[in-house]
């Protein structure tokens, strides 16, 4: 499976993105298909992830502003960013896989290249 993600950039706090992570290979529609992301220094964190369309999962300081979606006849899935802040500030991954634990980023086998969000105040 190749992850292909996508959508990052440059906003300034309070604006929006929405990141795209294309699959490809293989049908990825059973899997748990994650974002993390990682700051400078800082480990990788779960952002956010969902199995099928309606079982989701979100770190606490993003619930109510993040929306993870996926399209599974494209094969892709969909971070929609909202009300973005500083700290939101890292390089974003998308993953897939069939994680023990959804919010260990080791259980995911496939990972995307990253895509940068940068949030100024």
């Known amino acids: 499976v190749q992850l292909q993600a996508s959508g990052g950039g440059a906003v300034q706090a309070g604006g929006s993105l929405r990141l795209s992570c294309a699959a490809s290979?293989?049908?990825?529609?059973?899997?748990?298909m994650g974002w993390f992301r990682q700051a400078p220094g800082q480990e990788r964190e779960f952002v956010a992830a969902?199995?099928?369309?309606?079982?989701?999962y979100y770190l606490d300081s993003v619930k109510g502003r993040f929306t993870i979606s996926r399209d599974i006849a494209k094969n892709a899935v969909f971070l929609q960013m909202t009300s973005l802040k500083p700290e939101d500030t890292a390089v974003y991954f998308c993953a897939g896989g069939m994680p023990g634990i959804v919010r260990d980023p080791t259980g995911y086998d496939y990972w995307g290249q990253g895509t940068l969000v940068t949030v100024s105040s």
């Open positions: 969902i199995k099928h369309y309606t079982e989701t």
């Open positions: 290979g293989r049908d990825v529609s059973n899997y748990y």
